[in-house]
């Protein structure tokens, strides 16, 4: 069991066989144990988790350990986890068996059925893979009904998926009217429940709220009569921010 070191001249040079690993003992009183059936190791391995279980078996602490039927294994595995069912399906390690996914469901090296993936437009529902709601859409993998989304041009008012007004998107899918976004360059006008084109010259954000949500350019503001952007009188300013450069600028020329 022990193999001699070539020039070792005491018992601490000898190392373990293949298939073999070494106890705790001390250097001068050592025994080579063997490792669990059909394991190997390497000439001198010191400790049983060096032994390495054969294909499609894990090592689960003393044994190599067969993975479920129709799982398969790389030399070496240490646990169950390292089981890899066939596609579609999903290792149960309570089970220790290999289950189908629910039907229209795919998985590829799955552990637990909350790894199956369920098609676009329905979600996980337990063992199956159940539809969202009329006119509500999802992605791939959803695993709970809150995962059901209104498309983005759409808003969920009581379960119902609704239109958001003309020039508006809902990106996050969310409930109610405010979660529709007015595009950029218009307003939410609350007046009529409208996204409205800004002022003529005027810019806005996407998601502008009120009229003051546009934005004319600098040295301009927004007439409501005309509907346009119009020159500030003179000895005025809009851009708040240059104004107080140039003040800054001023003074320290007056200084």
């Known amino acids: 069991l022990k193999k001699k070191q070539v020039g ?22 050592f025994t080579c144990l063997a490792c669990p059936t059909g394991a190997l190791s ?80 329905t979600f996980l529902d337990g063992t199956s893979c159940t539809s969202c709601p009329a006119t509500f859409i999802s992605q791939p993998g959803s695993t709970n009904i809150a995962d059901c989304k209104c498309p ?8 119902t998926c609704v239109a958001c007004p003309s020039n508006s998107v809902n990106p996050t899918g969310g409930a109610g009217l405010a979660s529709c976004l007015c595009n950029k360059n218009h307003f939410f006008n609350s007046a009529g429940n409208t996204c409205d084109l800004c002022p003529t010259g005027s810019t806005s954000e996407l998601g502008a709220v009120g009229l003051a949500g546009c934005k ?31 003040g800054k600028a001023g003074a320290q020329e007056l200084a």
């Open 8 to 29: 070792a001249d005491k018992r601490s040079d000898c190392l373990c066989n293949t298939a073999y690993y070494r106890d705790n003992g001390a250097d001068t009183d």
């Open 42 to 121: 390497s000439v001198g391995s010191t400790d049983i988790t060096q032994c390495r279980c054969p294909a499609d078996k894990f090592f689960d602490g003393g044994n190599c350990a067969s993975c479920p039927p129709n799982a398969t294994a790389l030399e070496g595995s240490t646990q169950i986890e390292q089981c890899v069912c066939p596609n579609d399906s999903f290792l149960d390690v309570g089970g220790l068996s290999c289950t189908a996914c629910p039907a229209t469901a795919t998985a590829s090296g799955a552990i637990g059925i909350g790894q199956c993936m369920c098609p676009a437009n």
């Open 152 to 159: 983005d041009h759409l808003f969920n008012e009581a379960g």
């Open 216 to 246: 004319c350019p600098n040295g301009t503001h927004i007439d409501t009569n005309t509907n346009t952007c119009e020159a500030c009188p003179d000895w005025s300013y809009t851009n708040f921010t240059a104004l107080a450069e140039e």
